[in-house]
Structures are given as structure tokens and as C-alpha cells.
């Protein structure tokens, strides 16, 4: 079974720029998930989705992050502009609906803004 | 909110028993949770418990007192490959997670 799929797997940019991230969740996972780790911390759920909805964006810097899930299958997260404190891995998850407390994670995207 | 509360780095002996603890302070959850994170790669799942008591699985067991806020890992018969750091994490409705800052284990010969 292929696991979840994340890309590109490095990004670096200036303060200011703009940059997308894209998932791909494991076929047959209806939630999904986006979190924000920085260097030495667990990670820090953004959004989460279910099929195309969104179920919780409480975390999201609205003024500058955005995501959507317009399939209910692939997934893309923007960051427009970036900060400096932007800096981090960006995690996509996804689970089963009904198996939520089992997330299954992609490789990351380390973003590094200069 | 939700607090969690782990040590940030421990080191142990190959072959040692060793256990990660977690306290946390919340006003209400379904779950408590373990994910192994080896460095640079994603988390990966461990074990959780939602009734108070002892989770086996393996050579890892993981405990919850809901009463007195806290849980931990245990891990058995350490190898070099348990190097990594373990996320304790509490699940809330929906399935969110809120992750504590992890534990950093060294595994030394």
C-alpha cells in the first residue's frame, strides 16, 4: 500500500515569496491533515479535511496560509508571503473516518525561508 | 487549553528498559497517544489508550491515569534503532491531535 505522498521534499525561498505544498493522501483516507513542526517541537495541526470539507482551521494564519482539498483526494497548502517564522517541516496526514486516532504521515516538506 | 509536559531528552543503555513520561493538563480528551519520530523522517504511529491501564504491544507499553493527568512509554530490550524522538499526544474529538514537544532517546552501546 503507498504511503502518503508529499512534494517537494525541500523548498527554500525569501521572505516574501510565495510557495505551494502538495499531498497526495493513501487511497481510501477521507481525513486530512496539514501540520506545522518546527525544529524541536511535535507538530501543530494547521487544517484538517474531511473529503473536500473543512472540519478545523482554528490554527491557520488565514492572512497568509491557505489550503484546499477541492476533490476530497489531493491536497495543496500556500504560504503567501512568507515570513521568516515560517521556517519548518510541513506534515500532510491522513486517516480513515472512522480510524481518526491512527494518522499515517508523508515524508514532509522542509521549507526553509531566508 | 491543553498543556503537555514532556522531558525534552533521555539517554539509556542498549538492552535497558526505559520509560518516557507525559503529563498534561486538559479539561477533556478521548485519547492518549505515542508517535516514534526518528530524525528527519515523519512520526509514525506507537500505541494509544483510552481507558485508564496498561497498553502492551511488543516490546512497547504505554500507560494512562486520567486521573492523575499523566501517561508513558516503556521500551523493552532497547536497540540502537530506538533512537528517535516520541510525541506524546492528546485526541480530541474529529481526530485532532495536539502533540507535546517530544522526547529526544539516545540509545547508547
Known amino acids: 500500500e503507498a504511503g502518503v505522498a508529499q512534494s517537494p521534499r525541500y523548498k527554500i525561498i525569501e521572505k516574501r515569496q510565495s510557495v505551494a505544498f502538495w499531498c497526495n493522501p493513501i487511497?481510501?483516507?477521507?481525513?486530512l491533515y496539514w501540520y506545522q513542526q518546527i525544529l524541536g517541537q511535535g507538530p501543530k495541526l494547521l487544517i484538517q479535511f474531511q473529503n473536500n470539507g473543512v472540519v478545523d482551521d482554528s490554527q491557520l494564519p488565514k492572512d497568509r496560509f491557505s489550503a484546499e482539498r477541492l476533490k476530497g483526494v489531493d491536497s495543496t497548502l500556500k504560504i503567501q508571503p512568507a515570513k521568516l517564522e515560517d521556517s519548518a517541516v510541513y506534515l500532510c496526514?491522513?486517516?480513515?473516518?472512522?480510524?481518526?486516532?491512527?494518522?499515517?504521515f508523508g515524508p514532509g516538506t522542509r521549507l526553509t525561508v531566508l | 487549553g491543553q498543556n503537555i509536559d514532556q522531558p525534552t531528552e533521555m539517554t539509556a543503555t542498549e538492552g535497558a528498559i526505559v520509560q518516557i513520561n507525559c503529563t498534561y493538563q486538559?479539561?477533556?480528551?478521548?485519547?492518549l497517544f505515542w508517535y516514534q519520530q526518528h530524525a528527519g523522517e515523519a512520526p509514525t504511529f506507537l500505541s494509544y489508550?483510552?481507558?485508564?491501564g496498561l497498553e502492551e504491544k511488543g516490546r512497547f507499553s504505554s500507560f494512562l491515569s486520567r486521573s492523575k493527568g499523566y501517561s508513558y512509554l516503556l521500551l523493552k530490550e532497547l536497540q540502537m534503532k530506538d533512537s528517535a524522538s516520541y510525541l506524546c499526544?492528546?485526541?480530541?474529538?474529529?481526530?485532532?491531535?495536539?502533540f507535546g514537544q517530544g522526547t529526544e532517546l539516545s540509545v547508547k552501546p
Open positions: 486538559t479539561s477533556g480528551f478521548n485519547g
Open positions: 499526544a492528546l485526541g480530541n474529538q474529529g481526530g485532532k491531535l495536539i
Open positions: 487511497s481510501g483516507h477521507a481525513t
Open positions: 489508550n483510552v481507558l485508564d
Open positions: 496526514a491522513s486517516s480513515l473516518m472512522d480510524r481518526d486516532y491512527e494518522q499515517f
